[in-house]
Nanobody, 120 residues
């Protein structure tokens, strides 16, 4: 599966952004999906994940209550709605897919990153 992320940008603290990741291929429903981020000088971090059926989601503690992941099986896309953004959310965000279950850990396919910058 090929993934194409979009939607990043420069915003102010408290603003919202919606990231999208379009997936190619006919087996979109076979993959659990995730969003990761990597800030300069830091390791890549799991942000959010959603199960193959879309019924289970997981989030890193720092974004719980502010971010929401969703998937659209018709458009073959996964979204990350980011509200109440903070400067510490600044990072390159990546979408990823894997055949195993939702959560952190190893993923099989990665999209290119999209930059999110939150100014204070």
């Amino acid at each position: 599966v090929q993934l194409q992320a979009s939607g990043g940008g420069l915003v102010q603290a408290g603003d919202s952004l919606r990231l999208s990741c379009a997936a190619s291929g006919r087996t979109f429903s076979s993959y659990a999906l995730g969003w990761f981020r990597q800030a300069p000088g830091q390791e890549r971090e799991f942000v959010a994940g959603i199960s193959r059926g879309g019924t289970t989601t997981m989030y890193v503690d720092s974004v719980k209550g502010r971010f929401a992941i969703s998937r659209d099986g018709v458009q073959n896309t996964v979204h990350l709605q980011m509200n109440s953004l903070k400067p510490e959310d600044t990072a390159v965000y990546y979408c990823a897919a894997r055949r195993s279950g939702v959560g952190a850990g190893e993923y099989d396919y990665w999209g290119q990153g999209t930059q999110v910058t939150v100014s204070s």
